[in-house]
């Protein structure tokens, strides 16, 4: 006698092979509609000549784009709540678009805590209660990859914070990264003169690494390490890894209390204190020096770095002080956290260099240097603008400075005014995608908390000192490098 069919099981397996296939399609449908949508509005708004009302149709235009931007995101999740991450900055997209895209941080599904807590024995080796003294079922936060619980291990005071993958996630990501650099491929021969697929082939191979937390517990490690050694007072808290109770899918960390720099407005606002005095424009000032030393130091210094600052993995932690006072503005040197090291870059020596190279040319003002840095980075640019060194010293200061050029308060690549209309960057180094997306994400917190400074001017001494100890600076003059393509 044949055994029973199992109808319910045969359905499950067929959804979860076609379940890439679902997922491509609904992004290629959405991906199209909100790109004609623009393109067709691009063709209406030419005959409209009274420029208060194309400011007006465009704003409209971008609100209708990000409702539907922010429902493609929020449905597939995965990959796409980074993408949601990259856009939703007030530096770079529409004001409509930062809007929508910025509550999405953090926003992912939650996994079921049955199958959270399947992954974690299977991963230990353990019951949970055998590991636990307490562990909280709703999760402190889900993001693209994990979720995070607070715990408390067994014969412990202090609590912990418990990383744990999402079954299931990494091969839909892939398939969502893949899609993507279909679409770059698009845009750069249309409408973008930039090497974007590059860029998503370094982003596929980072969001590979992610998948790794043993990896990650030795990213954050080597980096704490790191800043603990380069400075009286590190300017970063990094959390300390509970090293026995790493695995591949599971992270188990010290747990570090705070506000996600997100709600810092809010928490100010509660306080009372004035958001635009002078103690708030000073715990604003003092927290991006912190994570901008830290940042340089570990760029130009080390070259391996942190190269995932958005909002969500910034935390304004809690100060051990008199109850009464603000907590924020009584011990602010020690009290940013830097959370998630899924995302590191290790530099190569050349581009390391390089890059230092760059920045002494955007904090000095040179034209002459940045053009020799591209040269020396492996930046191929291709330019039919009259006033081409201008030009690519203007592009220099958008990819990779936190301070806006002179007249721009928003990237616009669309824009006929945009460098990258002017210029067009032919051939972009993969590996430098790392840097050029935490400068970026440096800016908008800066543009977030209301502060237009320059990383480049900042992290001048901290350049001369890398080129000093290559042999390469000597009394102010900097010795270019061998390029690297």
Request: hydrophobic letters at 40%; aromatic letters at 8%.
């Amino acid at each position: 006698m044949l055994p029973p069919i199992d109808i319910n099981a045969i359905k499950d397996k067929v959804s979860f092979q076609l379940r890439p296939w679902q997922r491509s399609f609904q992004f290629w449908v959405r991906a199209i509609d909100i790109y004609t949508g623009y393109k067709v509005f691009q063709v209406r708004v030419n005959f409209v000549r009274d420029a208060q009302k194309q400011e007006a149709m465009w704003e409209r235009q971008h609100e209708i784009a990000a409702d539907k931007i922010f429902a493609m995101c929020s449905d597939l999740g995965g990959f796409f709540l980074k993408i949601a991450q990259i856009l939703g900055k007030p530096d770079l997209a529409p004001s409509a678009w930062v809007k929508r895209l910025v509550t999405l941080c953090d926003r992912a599904p939650p996994t079921p805590f049955d199958a959270v807590k399947l992954v974690l024995e299977n991963e230990l080796g353990q019951g949970i209660h055998d590991v636990f003294d307490r562990f909280d079922v709703e999760p402190l936060g889900s993001a693209s990859i994990a979720q995070v619980h607070r715990a408390r291990l067994k014969g412990d005071n202090g609590d912990v914070v418990v990383k744990v993958q999402h079954p299931g996630i990494q091969d839909l990501m892939m398939t969502d990264i893949h899609n993507l650099q279909a679409f770059a491929l698009y845009m750069q021969k249309t409408d973008i003169k930039f090497d974007l697929y590059s860029v998503t082939k370094e982003m596929e191979k980072q969001i590979g690494y992610e998948f790794d937390f043993m990896r990650e517990a030795d990213a954050m490690e080597r980096i704490r390490k790191f800043l603990h050694q380069n400075n009286k007072k590190t300017p970063v808290l990094v959390p300390r890894v509970i090293r026995d109770m790493v695995t591949r899918r599971v992270l188990v960390m010290e747990y570090i209390d705070g506000i996600p720099i997100m709600n810092l407005g809010d928490e100010i606002a509660k306080r009372g204190i004035n958001p635009r005095g002078k103690v708030a424009a000073a715990a604003k000032q003092k927290i991006l020096q912190s994570l901008t030393l830290a940042y340089g130091q570990m760029i130009l210094k080390s070259g391996f770095f942190h190269a995932d600052p958005h909002p969500g993995n910034i935390l304004i932690c809690k100060g051990s002080e008199a109850s009464h006072q603000l907590y924020l503005f009584s011990n602010i040197s020690r009290a940013v956290a830097l959370l998630d090291y899924g995302q590191v870059k290790d530099l190569p020596e050349q581009l390391r260099l390089g890059y230092a190279n760059l920045v002494l040319a955007i904090a000095n003002g040179d034209p002459l240097r940045a053009a020799e840095s591209y040269r020396e980075l492996g930046i191929e640019t291709l330019s039919n603008c009259e006033n081409e060194q201008q030009e690519l010293f203007k592009l220099a200061e958008t990819m990779f400075d936190t301070k806006l050029p002179p007249g721009v308060t928003m990237l616009q690549p669309f824009s006929e005014d945009s460098s990258i209309k002017k210029v067009g960057v032919m051939a972009f180094p993969e590996e430098l995608f790392s840097v050029l997306r935490t400068v970026h994400l440096l800016r908008g917190l800066s543009v977030g908390l209301g502060i237009n400074y320059s990383c480049a001017e900042q992290w001048r001494p901290l350049a001369e000192e890398a080129l000093s100890r290559a042999g390469r600076f000597k009394g102010g003059t900097v010795t270019v490098g061998c390029c690297l393509r």
